[in-house]
């Protein structure tokens, strides 16, 4: 139960005579409309003209479709270890294992189907791959026609791979205090050095160089 | 032959044959600019596909319209559900034939007009004309035997009716003031100045006359914030919910065709129809060719300028609810035109009614009172319910009986048993 006092009752706000005449807040939204009109013919409109026009994503941390790598040999470099889709929350990876044709792995995957419309991209399957064989790489348009055209093979996955072989995708990108997400706090590390280096170099900086004298005025970390 | 060809009914016929086709071109590009000024005021792009920018997509909406399926139901007035988008149309279109586009065109020594049709009465027949537009709302929405076309159509009936009231009265007023219902020569009379440089035309006798017109105008052609009869979130898509097809392009061209009418009608009346100050061809004595071509231009381009501001309004102001826009014709339009009409009248008893001053301080007067009863009696066209004791405060507002009390933040928690 509710008690009273919990209860807030907010009435709409008074009206004034200017307001409820109706007309001058007409004008105003016309003016509002008006403005955007202009705007958007001055050429500040914000769409991408998509297939002319690509959008620059943060590629830095953009998850996009699979890719299953090569190891230097050209073989594929998974050894159907099962990781990925055992790590996998939406259950899209399918693998079968077979014994490999080559000496130095015991597994090799015969069947290695992703299903892209099941997958979430999380990128927990390149985070469990011990191989670094599965990758998420930064292609966003994935389209197709229909829902079985949409599970990708193990050949198509490879062929990705030599699509986008010379892209390094992300690894373990530092998501908090990246730049252009959120806000960061001042006086923060910056999101490209490493905490641990910086602090280091402080460390360093204060333990060689000489203290300033009590004296004298602070000029910041730089030596005189 | 050359005797034939520059009689008054060649050139009306070659008017009218003209204008068709104009008109179904603009109607067409009328929606075709509705969806970019749509897109534009919310920061799209709009239809840019089929063309350059986009130029051809009324002709590929127009072939949609005639190959997709013609489908007439089983259960409708087959007679009448075929009558209506034709009703429609042919009434949208016809009101132009009393339109006056290019003033007169002197050659062979005969003074031709280019106005289709020039009849004594031209203004009581675009208003006789524009009334009958209702039939194609009432017959679409009766035949199709579909309560929500049925809802729609009794919507817009009830609210072409209402608002053809004030419509009426400004369009007294502009008559009383220029003595006539010809429509050439209600534009003829707009050609002179005052003081030497204001254009004397009938805004700046009646400006709220216009403005009234103009937005009766908009709730005769079922325009947002009018556009009850198709409110699709309560009535499917209003009275032609079962039209497919060609049929249903044609109740779209009508109500363009619509539109189009009402700018030129308002452009004739209160902006000088193809009168620009200053400009030799706009003026009655110009009679060349030129002219004749310069008048028509202006008088397109004060029509398209309406247009532009019917599709601004539409893509800025959200619908009326009905009680709301009752209560606009009813309560407020009506007494105010009634006032501008009783100042006419006395205007005109005085003779002043070509006076600017008289008339703008007579204006000024009807504003103020009607302003006076819609603000300072505390009720609002926009229908909020003033009459409710004001509650707020914490607690349970249970002492009065009347009034139930909501949860906070659910915005608005007083409601009127």
Not at chain 1, 181 to 207: I, L, M, V
Not at chain 2, 216 to 226: D, I, K, M, S, V
Request: aromatic share 10%.
């Amino acid at each position: 139960m509710i008690k009273d006092e919990d209860i807030l009752v907010v009435d709409q706000p008074e009206l004034s005579a200017a307001e409820r005449l109706y007309i001058p807040q007409i004008l105003d939204g016309m003016k509002t409309t008006l403005v955007h009109l202009g705007q958007t013919l001055a050429g500040k409109g914000r769409t991408v003209q998509y297939p002319e026009q690509q959008r620059t994503l943060r590629l830095e941390n953009y998850r996009g479709v699979h890719r299953l790598n090569r190891d230097p040999d050209g073989r594929v470099a998974c050894v159907a270890c099962f990781m990925c889709s055992t790590a996998c929350p939406a259950h899209c990876i399918h693998i079968e294992a077979g014994e490999s044709p080559w000496p130095d792995r015991e597994k090799y995957p015969v069947k290695f189907d992703i299903d892209e419309l099941r997958c979430i991209y999380c990128g927990m399957c390149e985070e469990a791959c011990p191989v670094d064989a599965i990758e998420l790489t930064q292609q966003y348009n994935l389209v197709g026609r229909t829902r079985q055209e949409m599970i990708l093979d193990k050949e198509e996955l490879l062929s990705i791979f030599d699509e986008t072989k010379g892209v390094k995708p992300r690894r373990n990108p530092k998501i908090t205090g990246y730049p252009t997400t959120g806000r960061r706090e001042h006086g923060e590390p910056q999101a490209s050095t490493p905490a641990h280096a910086r602090h280091d170099d402080a460390a360093a900086g204060r333990a060689g160089s000489n203290p300033p004298s009590p004296g004298a005025p602070q000029t910041g970390d730089r030596p005189a | 032959m050359r005797e034939f060809l520059t009689s008054q009914f060649a050139v009306s016929v070659a008017l009218a044959i003209v204008l068709l086709v104009v008109i179904l071109t603009t109607v067409a590009y009328c929606i075709y600019f509705e969806r970019k000024i749509a897109a534009w005021i919310q920061d799209r792009c709009g239809p840019n596909r089929v063309g350059p920018w986009g130029l051809l997509q009324p002709l590929a909406d127009g072939l949609k319209f005639v190959f997709k399926e013609d489908v007439v139901p089983a259960h409708v007035d087959k007679p009448l559900f075929i009558l209506a988008p034709a009703a429609m149309f042919i009434i949208g279109v016809i009101g132009f034939a009393a339109i006056p586009f290019g003033g007169q065109w002197l050659i062979d020594g005969k003074l031709l007009d280019i106005q289709v049709a020039k009849p004594d009465i031209g203004l009581l027949y675009i208003l006789g004309v524009a009334s009958m537009g209702v039939y194609g709302v009432v017959l679409g929405g009766w035949a199709s035997n579909n309560k929500y076309s049925f809802y729609g159509a009794i919507r817009a009936t009830a609210q072409m009716l209402s608002y053809e009231i004030p419509m009426g009265l400004c369009i007294l007023v502009a008559v009383l003031t220029m003595g006539t219902l010809r429509l050439e020569t209600i534009t003829a009379e707009q050609t002179g100045y005052w003081l030497g440089f204001v254009p004397q035309w009938n805004i700046f006798l009646h400006p709220i006359a216009a403005f009234t017109l103009f937005v009766a105008a908009l709730a005769e052609a079922n325009r947002t914030p009018f556009d009850l009869a198709e409110a699709e979130q309560e009535l499917v898509g209003g009275y032609h919910t079962e039209y497919s097809a060609l049929k249903f392009g044609l109740f779209f061209l009508g109500e363009y065709a619509h539109m189009i009418v009402a700018s030129a009608f308002i452009a004739v009346l209160f902006f000088g129809g193809w009168h620009l100050p200053w400009l030799p061809w706009t003026q009655p004595e110009a009679t060349s060719l030129l002219a004749v071509l310069v008048k028509m231009l202006v008088m397109g381009a004060k029509i398209c300028f309406f247009l532009f501001i019917m599709m601004w309004i539409r893509w800025t102001i959200p619908r009326f609810r009905y009680d709301q826009l009752m209560r606009l014709a009813w309560q407020r339009l009506i007494p105010m035109t009634l006032g501008l009409f009783v100042l006419t009248v006395i205007l005109l008893y005085f003779d002043k009614h070509r006076s600017p001053l008289w008339a703008l301080v007579g204006n000024a007067a009807v504003l103020a009172i009607t302003f006076w009863f819609a603000s300072m009696r505390r009720v609002e066209i926009t229908g909020r319910q003033v009459n409710m004791p004001r509650i707020s405060g914490i607690g349970r507002a249970s002492q009065s009986p009347d009034i139930h009390v909501g949860r906070t933040g659910q915005g608005i928690s007083g409601v009127q048993a």
